[in-house]
Structure formats: C-alpha cells, structure tokens
C-alpha cells in the first residue's frame, strides 16, 4: 500500500523551531519529487515547498524562504521540513504530499498530516 | 502568482442533483494543468481530476472536468451522500503552485 505517515507536530513559541517527518513506503521513493501542503485551520491548501528526488533542487512559497529548509534521505525513503522563527501564520497541518510525474504537478498521493501550531 | 478564484463558496444541493463548480485564475494556465481535490472534515485532499479533465485512479465517471485557459469547471453528475464535502482546484502550470479557495457542497 502506498503511504506517507507525518510525524513531529506540535506546540511551539514563536521564534521557536520544529522539525517535521514523513515516512513513505509502498512506492520507489527516489523516483519522486516530494512536497510539503499546509492548511491553516478553517483555511485552504497552500503549497509550501518541494524537493528533487536526488535532493538537488529544492522550491518554496516566498513566505517561507530562509525560514524552512525541506530534504530528504533516500536511503530511509523519508522527507523532511525543518522550521525555524515560526511565527503565528505558520499554525497549520502540514501535508506530505507527492507529485505525479514532475516539479510542478497534480499531488497523488497525501499523507494524514501534522498539526503545527505556534503560540504563545 | 496565478490567483484561483472558486465560486460559489457553498453550493446547497439535494442528493441527486448535479453539481457545477467553477475555478477561474487570474492567467491563462499553462496546458490546462488544473486538477480538482476533494476533502472531508478531519482528512487529507484527495485527487479527483488532473489535466483538466483526466480522471485518478478509482474516480467514479459522475465527476468530469472541463475549461482551458482560465476558466475551469468540476461537474458531478448524480450527487450522492458520500461527496458532500469541500472541493479544491489547483494550479500547476506555472509556479509557484496555487490553490483556489474551495467551494463547500452541503446538503440542502
């Protein structure tokens, strides 16, 4: 069964940093570009960054820029999204989610996500 | 940035009844790159439609898609209780990727 299970959510301060998981299985992981979608609570999707499956091209949303840092390891079919000076926007679920075919595409599969909130 | 704009908001219908969402961008979408999600309270997006009009994998043929350009339109033919939920579009011809608002589908 192809699968993304998100973990590392939580509750952090402002300014504070969180890193979070995304264990794939079920599918060739370094045959995909792999993303991260989130979701303000009562809000829609907003994509939030992608990476190349080697690793060697990496996008975000200018909201982000400087801030996150998205990678993987291929070797333990797992991406990551290392947040740093998170701020009250960022309160989110964040999605794994994995592109079709290419960079900029439909997302097939999702993972069930991760709450992120930032508060004080 | 290409901006989605999803009407109506909440479209209040019978099971039954057809369904027609509209997802218009601010710019022409490159290639009609334009798939349709649906989620439910407490989950992840599913995908419906990609290109436009390509069905995923085990969509049922009640939902079809169709536009070019800028305007794009989700249409579900025959509502049934299962596909009560909230639908988004979203963008991937040009980056970075959007999504549109979405539109609710409650029961009337």
């Known amino acids: 069964e192809v699968q993304l299970v998100e973990s590392g959510g939580g509750l952090v301060q402002p300014g504070g940093s969180l890193r979070l998981s995304c264990a794939a299985s079920?599918?060739?992981?370094?045959?995909?570009?792999m993303s991260w979608v989130r979701q303000a609570p009562g809000k829609g999707l907003e994509w939030v960054a992608s990476i190349k499956k080697d690793g060697s091209e990496k996008n975000y949303v200018d909201s982000v820029k400087g801030r996150f840092t998205i990678s993987r390891d291929n070797a333990k079919n797992s991406l990551y999204l290392q947040m740093n000076s998170l701020r009250a926007e960022d309160t989110a679920v964040y999605y794994c989610?994995?592109?079709?075919?290419?960079?900029?595409?439909?997302?097939?599969?999702w993972g069930q996500g991760t709450m992120v909130t930032v508060s004080s | 940035e290409i901006v989605l704009t999803q009407s109506p908001g909440t479209l209040s219908l019978s099971p039954g009844e057809r369904a027609t969402l509209s997802c218009r961008a601010s710019q022409s979408v490159t290639s009609n790159h334009v798939a349709w999600y649906q989620q439910k309270p407490g989950q992840a997006p599913r995908v419906l439609l990609f290109?436009?009009?390509r069905r995923a994998t085990g969509i049922p043929d009640r939902f079809s898609g169709s536009g070019s350009g800028t305007d794009f339109t989700l249409t579900i033919s025959r509502l049934e209780l299962e596909d009560f939920a909230v639908y988004y579009c979203q963008q991937y011809g040009s980056s970075p990727l959007t999504f549109g608002g979405g539109t609710k589908v409650e029961i009337k």
């Open positions: 079920g599918f060739t992981f370094i045959s995909y570009w």
């Open positions: 290109g436009a009009s």
């Open positions: 989610a994995r592109p079709q075919y290419l960079a900029d595409d439909a997302f097939d599969i």
